[in-house]
């Protein structure tokens, strides 16, 4: 309780007076505490408990070890949780690390169009599109897949919309799916 009213108060992150205020905050509750332990155990002995000053400085000692071993302990944050590549990752280059735009079928085989270029797999369109799960997309015409993150807005060139995708391509959309694009909010 006393970490999340004090170490995270951004007011006094990294004022010395925080360390004050955490231990000030612990001795409020752990004196009463303690003196309420030990009145309890030394009646059971039938022995007077130990008066108000010893409570305070063994307290004292006790919130002195908190404080110094808080100021040591690492404050690392978590490392940000990634979602799962897709599975069509394991069929690019080892070395690929980069972001896929979209899947263009030609033929019997599928161009993979990224951040680090084009690579080409033999597959069906609709099989490397399965293989996407679980990144986000629509189809924007029979034979292009795009990421929905790649979209960057719609372009029209003579009478005909296109998707225009972070990396400037320009992707055909089809009259077939573009009542689809329109409800998903793409277009």
């Known amino acids: 309780m006393a970490r999340r009213l004090i170490h995270d108060s951004k007011a006094i992150a990294n004022l010395p007076i925080r360390d004050l205020m955490y231990a000030v905050f612990v001795l409020l509750l752990f004196i009463p505490s303690l003196w309420v332990l030990a009145h309890v155990l030394f009646s059971i002995g039938g022995q007077s408990g130990p008066d108000v000053a010893r409570i305070v400085g063994y307290s004292t000692l006790f919130t002195a070890g908190l404080v110094l071993t808080c100021r ?13 590549a897709p599975r069509l990752v394991r069929r690019l280059p080892d070395s690929f690390q980069g972001q ?26 609709t099989d490397a599109v399965a293989e996407m799960e679980p990144m986000l997309g629509h189809c924007a015409h029979r034979s292009h897949w795009v990421v929905k993150d790649a979209v960057a807005g719609t372009e029209k060139v003579a009478d005909r919309s296109y998707l225009k995708l972070v990396n400037g391509d320009l992707v055909p959309i089809s009259r077939k799916y573009k009542p689809q694009l329109e409800e998903d909010g793409v277009i």
Do not use: W
Not at 72 to 84: C, N, T, Y
């Open 72 to 84: 040591v302990e690492p404050r690392s944050k978590p490392a940000p949780i990634q979602p799962p």
């Open 100 to 125: 896929i735009y979209r899947l263009t079928s030609r033929n019997h085989y599928v161009d993979v169009v990224t951040s680090e270029g084009t690579f080409t797999i033999r597959s069906r369109l």
